[in-house]
């Protein structure tokens, strides 16, 4: 993920709030009854949330519009067709579009109950963010 991560520095300005301990990885999973898939457990342990171009995931050490916990319940609760075993890693802005992830590690698009692009995990979604 840190090569990654150098990838994106070397063509975006990122932005990340910071790393959060295990404690509040495990809290905020209690808090949406869900497992976060490994790569995003790994994901908010070194960076907590992060921002480049027009991509801004999801994470914690953020404020609400951001924070995984408050966006994934706000969702689930706007809409009774919200998958159950998935947290929300960006709201897109577009149109209601979501991009999901599965405690498996699958990324996929959603929008109102259709699933769309599918990603094998999370990785693979922000490399399609940069174009690598």
């Known amino acids: ?7 994106i520095e070397e063509r975006h300005k990122l932005y990340t709030t910071g790393g959060v301990s295990l404690e509040l990885i495990n809290e ?3 808090q949406l009854k869900v497992k976060f898939a ?7 342990s070194k960076f907590g949330a992060i921002s480049f ?7 914690l050490n953020i404020d609400s519009y951001a924070n995984v916990v408050s966006v994934t319940l706000k969702e689930a609760q706007r809409n009774k067709s919200f998958p159950s075993d998935s947290i ?3 709201n897109t802005g577009m149109e209601g579009l979501l991009v999901l992830q599965k405690d498996s590690g699958e990324v996929y698009e959603w929008m109102d109950g259709a699933k769309g692009a599918t ?3 999370l990785m693979a979604y922000l490399e399609s963010k940069i174009g690598a």
Do not use: I, Q
């Not at 171009?53 to 994470?59: F, K, V």
């Open 1 to 7: 993920m840190l090569k990654l991560m150098k990838k």
């Open 38 to 44: 490994a790569d995003y457990r790994e994901y908010l």
């Open 119 to 121: 990603y094998p995990d």
């Open 28 to 30: 905020a999973e209690k």
């Open 53 to 59: 171009g027009s991509t801004e995931l999801t994470g």
């Open 88 to 90: 929300v890693v960006e």
